[in-house]
């Protein structure tokens, strides 16, 4: 889609449709609304008086212009109650009115920049949230499908602003939404692409296309190198699986030190078939999305590479299958991790804390000074917080609060979850120095506490994404299948780091 923003009076911008806002309980129209419903002889305020209007968040109504206007069709969007408008609720309202014109096989849209001075929204605001909206809103993943789409798709979006001295807020605010929405587009198709198209080596080469796309180093660790380096956890999970591990390195420099502000580590199954401890055959295609916390960490730099804030990153994601072939790691093996602990395996459906042992043992050796790690961790954390919200667990109080913030700004909710020392009796081993599993019992949190292990004093957070990765139905600007979250709340993040 091309986007662009300009200055200009939108009652006289031609396009497919022309959008415009109406909040709840509004009576007397003012501004660009009262002008297009004078052009309209009235059409606007008609429908409010007979109560078929009412500004409702979400509602949308679409008028005919029938040749008063260049706009072919007028859409009157809701915004709800004034007092409760925000952000993210514009790009949901963006989502639903995108869908609905593309449906109507509208090519060009011109919009106001909805929102924009309510309730302390800015114009950067505003027309970030009307970009990611739309774009986010209207993806779509049809790689492999062969059947031309019943409708076409909108190929041009105007953000129409009356007064100039608004036009550089709004074009940095819509730059940023494209990114942060293409850093999101770039998770999902990862996330949504089957298993035999996203293979660790697959994961690998999009992580060296990142790389030479935004100017980001890249260095890819083979098998050998893992070995090297005594990642036993890693290569336990990988000893099923024909396809070759990978540990993905991405780094960014945003100044001129050595040091790492701060890594980024995303667990990255490419297929979760749950190895010995063999998952339960329905709905187990689901489990080409066990790489999304490494698909939003690869997507995460992508953005932070074109927002460029003075940070230094680095980005870890271990890859690999976890398949139940004739090498493969079996209950009660012990594994010993890159820095020297040994794992009692309980479940080799327990997998993905495992690769993330030696994640974080990587970055502990080159003293990073905090770490976040993304995953598709626990079946527990969906049945505690659903598909709405990521659970958040770590050990350092102020990077959990910047993340909830980080989240909140982003419109990806995040909710912490306590990590009490009691709950690590659960996952002590008489064999071990730790097992791989706590049992049923908070699981989310046993899980949590074991990766928090290899974190040791380093400020960590964990990020368990099982419910938030993918869903089932289209809510907002989410479309069915990949989320891409927590690609914006990284970038985010990584951003608020930069200005601190």
């Not at 915004?79 to 995108?98: F, H, M, N, W, Y």
Request: glycine letters at 12%; hydrophobic letters at 40%.
């Amino acid at each position: 889609m091309e986007i662009a923003v300009t200055d200009g009076d939108i009652s006289r911008f031609e396009a497919d449709a022309i959008v415009v806002n109406l909040l709840e309980g509004t009576e007397d129209l003012s501004g660009n609304l009262a002008i297009i419903d004078a052009a309209l002889d009235g059409g606007i305020s008609n429908l409010i008086t007979q109560g078929e209007l009412k500004g409702k968040f979400g509602e949308n109504t679409l008028i005919h212009s029938l040749g008063k206007l260049p706009g072919t069709r007028v859409v009157v969007a809701g915004l709800g109650k004034e007092s409760e408008l925000t952000q993210d609720k514009i790009r949901g309202i963006v989502a639903g009115t995108c869908r609905m014109l593309r449906d109507k096989n509208v090519k060009s849209l011109a919009t106001i920049a909805q929102g924009a001075g309510v309730n302390g929204i800015t114009y950067e605001a505003a027309a970030q949230a009307i970009v990611e909206g739309a774009l986010l809103g209207l993806y779509t993943f049809r790689r492999h499908i062969t059947k031309d789409p019943e409708h076409g798709e909108i190929e041009r979006l105007t953000i129409v602003e009356s007064d100039r001295s608004n036009i550089a807020a709004l074009e940095q605010g819509y730059r940023k939404g494209e990114v942060l929405a293409g850093a999101t587009i770039l998770a999902r198709d990862m996330v949504n692409e089957p298993s035999n198209y996203m293979t660790p080596t697959d994961m690998a080469r999009e992580a060296s296309k990142v790389a030479a796309d935004y100017g980001l180093a890249v260095e890819i660790l083979e098998k050998e190198q893992m070995e090297e380096l005594g990642m036993g956890a890693l290569l336990g999970v990988a000893r099923g699986s024909h396809q070759p591990p990978k540990f993905i390195i991405l780094r960014y420099k945003g100044r001129d030190t050595e040091e790492i502000d701060i890594t980024l580590a995303g667990k990255a199954i490419t297929f979760d078939s749950g190895g010995i401890s063999l998952k339960p055959s329905a709905n187990m295609d689901d489990m080409k999305g066990d790489m999304s916390g490494g698909a939003a960490v690869i997507a995460a730099m992508a953005a932070i590479a074109q927002l460029k804030p003075g940070v230094n990153v680095m980005a870890l994601i271990p890859a690999t299958e976890n398949l139940p072939g004739g090498s493969a790691l079996k209950p009660a093996d012990v594994l010993t991790s890159m820095e020297g602990k040994t794992i009692e395996i309980i479940s080799t459906d327990a997998e993905g804390r495992l690769i993330l042992a030696d994640a974080l043992g990587y970055a502990r050796k080159h003293s990073t000074k905090r770490v976040v790690d993304v995953a598709t961790l626990t079946g527990a954390c969906v049945v505690a917080l659903g598909t709405v919200t990521t659970g958040v667990f770590g050990n350092n109080q102020e990077l959990i609060d910047q993340i909830v913030t980080a989240g909140s700004e982003a419109g990806e909710k995040m909710w912490q979850m306590p990590i009490f020392d009691e709950y690590k009796e659960q996952n002590k081993s008489a064999v071990a120095d730790i097992k791989n599993t706590g049992g049923r019992d908070a699981g989310a949190i046993t899980a949590a506490l074991f990766v928090g292990e290899f974190a040791g004093d380093t400020p960590w957070v964990h990020l368990d994404i099982a419910g938030t990765n993918m869903i089932d139905k289209t809510r907002k600007y989410e479309t069915k299948g990949a989320t891409g979250v927590p690609v914006r709340t990284l970038v985010n993040l990584v951003v608020s780091l930069a200005g601190k």
